[in-house]
């Protein structure tokens, strides 16, 4: 087994660790070791400058297709319709997945997730050409539903983190164009303005994360879905604690900060609750998410209320003393976790 040197020290500490304790005899643990060995630097760099020669050429594809002029001149050239480009890229599109299927456990796990992008990649050109003949759909909801569902689909059928996540992606693109086809005169949808949107859709993405763990064959993507959802969640409700549920900027404006500061509060809970849970159930990600936005709350604050009237080297201090305070408690707590 090859590891990388820090991958290779945790290991052969818990097995000297189980040696210790009688779980393993000593002979057990000689042949453990023996199987433990380091990854070959030259490996690694090749591995490094293929995955920068897949970024380049992730870079390359999406300067192409963003270049409509360069497009359209290639198009003209070989005197191709849409329909023909779209039919080419489906059929790249099932080629290179088919091979992807096959050279799965061949491929380094990070190079498969690019290029499983690759195709992605490849598989939206080809809706792309599809949509320009029978149409993209009011505020491009119709290519946008079809993106994610397919996206979606990919990914779970073939396990892909990042194919799950573009889903994800394409699934808050059609939920933003849908609601702002829909919105009122007022930019509200349903009564939300963008903010208040998106805090209940990373609501219902962390809804999802949780399903996930029942859904066997989703399970691959729980915690990558889990992540994005805490992150929409948390940015739409900071966006709520400044702009509250406004939909015009006009009429922002013209409110006073006090007047939102509802959502400052809740943020703070929610803010402090991940704290907590994430301390307690030994959740890095959710721990610092609510650091995170425990700061970016104070901060937000400051410079709304207090930046004009406050001396700024009293609120640092007073800022300091705190999260010193934050710090020492979790270093005691974490003293008697280990003890």
């Given at each position: ?221 729980q915690r990558q879905t889990y992540v994005m959802g805490l992150l929409i969640f948390f940015t739409g409700l900071w ?72 001396n700024k080297g009293i609120f640092f201090m007073i800022l300091a003393a705190s999260f010193a305070l934050v710090g ?12």
């Open positions: 087994m090859e590891l990388d040197k820090k991958e290779k020290e945790i290991l052969e500490a818990a097995i000297s660790e189980w040696e210790s304790q009688e779980m393993l005899t000593t002979e057990k643990a000689d042949e453990l070791r023996k199987t433990i060995s380091l990854k070959k630097v030259h490996g690694q760099v090749a591995q490094y400058f293929f995955i920068i020669a897949i970024a380049c050429t992730l870079l390359a594809f999406g300067a192409i297709f963003i270049d409509d002029k360069l497009l359209e001149k290639i198009r003209r050239y070989f005197d191709v319709g849409n329909l023909i480009i779209a039919i080419a890229c489906t059929l790249i599109a099932i080629a290179w997945f088919v091979y992807l299927s096959r050279k799965r456990k061949s491929i380094n796990s990070l190079v498969y997730e690019v290029y499983m992008v690759l195709g992605g990649l490849v598989v939206v050109s080809g809706l792309v050409y599809y949509c320009k003949d029978i149409g993209f759909g009011p505020q491009y909801t119709g290519v946008l539903a079809a993106t994610a569902i397919i996206v979606l689909s990919l990914g779970a059928f073939f396990k892909s983190r990042a194919l799950w996540l573009a889903g994800i992606l394409a699934v808050m693109g059609l939920y933003g164009s849908y609601s702002e086809w829909r919105q009122n005169e007022s930019n509200l949808f349903l009564g939300m303005n963008y903010p208040m949107r998106f805090t209940i859709f990373g609501v219902l993405v962390i809804g999802l994360a949780f399903l996930q763990n029942i859904i066997r064959p989703l399970r691959f993507s966006g709520l604690s400044i702009f509250g549920n406004y939909g015009r900027w006009e009429e922002w404006e013209q409110v006073r900060q006090v007047q939102v500061v509802g959502y400052a509060i809740v943020l703070a809970i929610v803010s402090i609750a991940a704290l907590i849970l994430g301390i307690r159930y030994n959740d890095d990600v959710t721990r610092d998410f609510g650091i995170i936005f425990i700061l970016l709350n104070l901060y937000s604050r400051y410079f709304e209320y207090f930046w004009n009237t406050t020492w408690q979790l270093e005691k707590r974490m003293k008697r976790a280990k003890q």
